[in-house]
């Protein structure tokens, strides 16, 4: 059984899984939001970097 299926099935077994589900949604959507942003910041100061091979 792989590890997203065993997280699925403890969260849906969970007597409060509403609330988890609920803080667990929202985590991801910031974790999305945090992403974005750092990559945004990094890829806007690359300009004229170059790299040696």
Given at each position: ?53
């Amino acid at each position: 059984m792989d590890y997203s299926r065993k997280i699925s099935e403890r969260m849906w077994n969970q007597p409060d899984k509403g609330e988890l589900e609920a803080k667990r949604e929202q985590t991801f959507i910031d974790d999305i939001v945090q992403k974005s942003y750092i990559e945004k910041e990094l890829l806007s100061h690359l300009d004229g970097i170059e790299t040696a091979y």
